[in-house]
């Protein structure tokens, strides 16, 4: 059973930092495509940004340039590095691991909340 457990979220000013993990057991991840979403009240959940097991990684545009989503396949870990944070990034964010092959897999983690406010 895949396991995917978020930590790194809290209450940060506007402009401020935060560093989300997202640790897997269970199998290695290594060749699915891991990711964050984040769904604030009242809105769908949405892709933050993703990245394959090669490295190649893709962003919405609303966050392109700030965060930073990175990946230890030794670790089975993935991080975002959140900078440059606006109350509108204030929301639920979910990590997600995904592959289509050999057989579809889909798997998210609990969530953890990020409040951005003064």
């Known amino acids: 059973q895949v396991q995917l457990v978020e930590s790194g979220g809290g209450l940060v000013e506007p402009g401020g930092s935060l560093r989300l993990s997202c640790a897997a057991s269970?199998?290695?991840?290594?060749?699915?495509?891991m990711g964050w979403y984040r769904q604030a009240p009242g809105q769908q959940r949405e892709l933050v940004a993703d990245?394959?097991?090669?490295?190649?990684?893709n962003y919405a545009d609303s966050v392109k340039g700030r965060f930073t989503i990175s990946r230890d396949n030794a670790k089975n870990t993935v991080y975002m590095q959140m900078n440059s944070l606006k109350p509108e990034d204030a929301a639920v964010y979910y990590c997600?691991?995904?592959?289509?092959?050999?057989?579809?897999?889909?798997?998210w983690g609990q969530g953890t909340q990020v409040t951005v406010s003064s």
């Open positions: 269970g199998r290695s991840l290594n060749t699915y495509v």
């Open positions: 990245m394959t097991s090669g490295g190649s990684s």
């Open positions: 997600n691991a995904r592959r289509d092959w050999p057989m579809r897999n889909n798997y």
